[in-house]
């Protein structure tokens, strides 16, 4: 087998596994990275709606708080300004959404559905205080992060204890069906926000394959560069010394000696050569004698 074949193959043997290592590693970090990304952005998306909710709380209903006496305005009340605030940016962002989902909703767009149902009632069956997970939705998956809506302030219970006591214009508005019945410490619902995971995944798949077709290029571009420096270093050499090798052994003297150049190794192989010719020359002139 020939040095450069042998060469090539030793690069083969140590830059396909270091490829296939590589690539893993790479694969593993990038869609890691890119999780985290999405888990990022819903964990904004999440603090947004809370920061919504704080400000309605604090800056809104206090100076709506005299008209509530007489009328019901649900821009008062912090879920629908959260809700209203995220609908404005879907318009921008159809994939992400928020939702305030109850069992028991005043306001029938607030019902649960069958998925978030399970996530209210696994709150409801323990104490956790944030679930996350992934969901598949019309063919594509979405990762959600979910925290409990309880009842922890007694004014809450002034509009969803029983329809009589409740404000009759938020009876008139939404009915006295639906929304009553809650209890202090109660968990009614989930506030659930949903963050496309598919993006950052394709982001990752395409950085992926840029970093492995580069390391290919790279590869091929050495491999072709070491290949060409060893014919220029050490095969074409040799071919040198192997071809005057075979023409002295025929009794050929004529070539001339070997110049002091090239490699060190090539150079050591040059000189033995011309002393070892010098020593076949002396050995053939005794013989004629």
């Known amino acids: 087998m020939k040095i450069r074949t042998k060469f090539s193959l030793a690069l083969l043997a140590v830059f396909v596994p270091g490829f296939v290592v590589s690539a893993l590693i ?23 709606a809370m920061s919504v909710r704080g400000y309605t709380i604090d800056q809104i209903k206090p100076h709506l708080d005299p008209m509530l006496e007489t009328e019901f305005l649900p821009q008062t009340v912090p879920a629908f300004s959260a809700i209203e605030t ?34 209210i009632e696994r709150f409801r069956g323990g104490e956790q205080t944030e679930i996350r997970g992934e969901i598949d939705r019309e063919g594509r998956r979405f990762l959600f992060v979910a925290r409990p809506i309880a009842i922890k302030n007694q004014a809450c219970l002034t509009c969803h204890s029983t329809p009589a006591e409740a404000p009759a214009t938020l009876r008139a508005r939404y009915g006295d ?14 506030q659930i926000v949903t963050v496309p995971v598919e993006l950052p995944l394709k982001n990752a798949q395409t950085i992926l394959a840029t970093f492995a077709v580069m390391l290919v290029v790279l590869f091929v571009s ?39 150049k090239g490699a060190d190794e090539i150079r050591q192989l040059h000189g033995a050569f011309n002393r070892m010719r010098r020593s076949v020359e002396k050995a053939m002139k005794l013989l004629r004698h």
């Open 222 to 260: 050495l491999f072709v560069i070491l290949n060409l420096m060893l014919n220029a270093l050490v095969v074409k050499p040799l071919r040198h010394v192997s071809h005057i090798s075979d023409e002295i052994s025929r009794g050929n003297m004529e070539f001339p000696e070997f110049e002091d």
């Open 26 to 48: 790479s694969e593993q970090l990038l869609v890691t990275n890119a999780r985290q990304e999405v888990e990022r952005s819903a964990a904004l998306m999440m603090e947004t």
């Open 86 to 119: 995220f609908e404005r940016l879907r318009k921008k962002y159809p994939d992400f959404s928020y939702r305030e989902a109850a069992l028991n909703p005043t306001n029938p767009r607030d019902l649960a559905s069958q998925w978030e149902s399970r996530v």
């Open 177 to 190: 069906v639906n929304g009553f019945g809650w209890r202090m410490e109660e968990v009614i619902g989930a």
